[in-house]
């Protein structure tokens, strides 16, 4: 650009055509006779009016071409702007076709997590269904055991209350024969069983004579009527049981007719004989356990 515009014409040939035309405008007059005639004076207007155009011409020149310079710099610069926003064009494209690509791998990406999401769905819903199933499988495996162990747990409570009645019905003959001797240890051997079957919950448990009598924990052995209000029990002939706390089987009592009398020998306070075991069993009513 500055290049250009201190470009200039040359300037000196055309001064010397300039000083060459006024120093022959300037000849004529000083050769020509007095008073100048009139063609003399034409040729010298017309030298100094040459000699003028010739002298302004190289500064009218050098505006034409400082006026052409600047113009094919700014044709240069508009061209390198126009140029400058082709590549600003180009690379806009070429952004475009990039973002057109991550969108579609973007699209690309999400469709694929949605997919991912979809098979962890139905995987998270087959390995809830095999849990489930699992479970349920567990569950009826751990009731089925439980009831084997409720069965287990009835049948040998069952064992023990046939094998105390056996102690209680062994005790009660043996109280029967009068002989201390002979019934103090067989009692003591109950009372040894009896303790052994608390420590797992099963206590014994009798109504003593002239008791009243208690529909919840005693039962009229041989009879199934209701016995009169007031009724007195007057012997036990059948221990009942409780198992942890719940009633298993109430005691088989025998009622008094009559009052009570004031005095008993050691006859009639011993216990009558108690009914066989084998009789006894429909009165255990074993129910399974919580």
């Not at 040459?50 to 240069?76: C, H, N, Q, S």
């Not at 009831?147 to 094998?163: F, N």
């Not at 409780?242 to 009592?253: E, N």
Request: contains cysteine; proline residues 6%.
């Amino acid at each position: 650009m500055n290049d250009a515009t201190n470009w200039k014409i040359p300037k000196w040939p055309f001064l010397l055509g300039d000083a060459l035309l006024l120093g022959f405008a300037y000849f004529i007059v000083w050769k020509s006779p007095h008073p100048i005639a009139k063609w003399e004076i034409i040729a010298c207007f017309a030298s100094a009016a040459t000699g003028a155009l010739v002298g302004v011409a190289p500064f009218i020149l050098d505006y034409r071409a400082m006026g052409k310079v600047i113009e094919v710099v700014a044709l240069g610069s508009i061209a390198e702007k126009i140029q400058n926003l082709e590549k600003l064009a180009a690379q806009i494209s070429a952004a475009t076709d990039e973002w057109m690509n991550a969108q579609s791998l973007a699209e690309k990406t999400a469709a694929g997590a949605k997919e991912i999401a979809g098979k962890m769905a139905d995987e998270v819903r087959q390995f809830s269904e095999f849990q489930q199933k699992m479970n349920d499988s567990e569950k009826a495996t751990l009731r089925l055991e439980v009831e084997k162990l409720r069965r287990g747990e009835a049948e040998w409570l069952q064992t023990l209350v046939r094998i105390l009645d056996h102690v209680f019905a062994l005790q009660a003959a043996a109280v029967r024969t009068g002989d201390a001797k002979f019934a103090d240890p067989i009692t003591n051997f109950q009372n040894a069983c009896r303790g052994t079957t608390r420590r797992i919950g099963l206590t014994p448990f009798v109504a003593e004579p002239d008791e009243l009598f208690d529909s919840e924990k005693h039962r009229v052995a041989g009879s199934k009527e209701k016995p009169p209000e007031g009724a007195v029990v007057a012997e036990t002939v059948g221990a009942g049981y409780t198992f942890q706390g719940k009633l298993l089987r109430p005691a088989l009592v025998r009622l008094r007719e009559g009052n009570p009398p004031a005095a008993k020998t050691i006859e009639e306070s011993a216990p009558a004989e108690a009914p066989a075991p084998e009789h006894m069993e429909d009165q255990l009513s074993l129910g399974s356990p919580d």
